[in-house]
């Protein structure tokens, strides 16, 4: 997979702000859908030159509402994954 088309965003809620901040320092990233644990860790070593203790990944599924004549996408499918750095250095993904 190419590398440059892995990891899409990051994810910001409350609770991965909150995990951030924490004594492990997890950062919260939405991938593509058919990216890898080892396409991840390439990514992240070659464009923020950071090694990875941990990848955590987690497929969310698409949420739907049925209404009448059909259904109704409410949020799609993606896929995100929990990355623990070894480095002290921050994951800053304005960089690129």
């Given at each position: 997979m190419d590398l440059s088309r892995v990891i899409l965003g990051p994810i910001v809620t409350?609770?991965?702000?909150s995990q951030?901040?924490?004594?492990t320092r997890?950062?919260?990233?939405?991938?593509?859908?058919?990216?890898t644990k080892i396409d991840v860790k390439?990514?992240?070593k070659r464009f923020y030159d950071l090694d990875v203790a941990s990848i955590r990944s987690m497929r969310v599924p698409k949420k739907t509402r049925k209404i009448r004549g059909g259904t109704m996408e409410k949020?799609?499918?993606i896929k995100k994954v929990f990355i623990t750095l070894n480095s002290k250095k921050?994951?800053?993904l304005t960089s690129l």
């Open positions: 409350e609770k991965a702000e951030k901040t924490g004594d997890v950062y919260t990233l939405k991938v593509a859908t058919k990216a390439k990514a992240i949020r799609q499918h921050d994951l800053d």
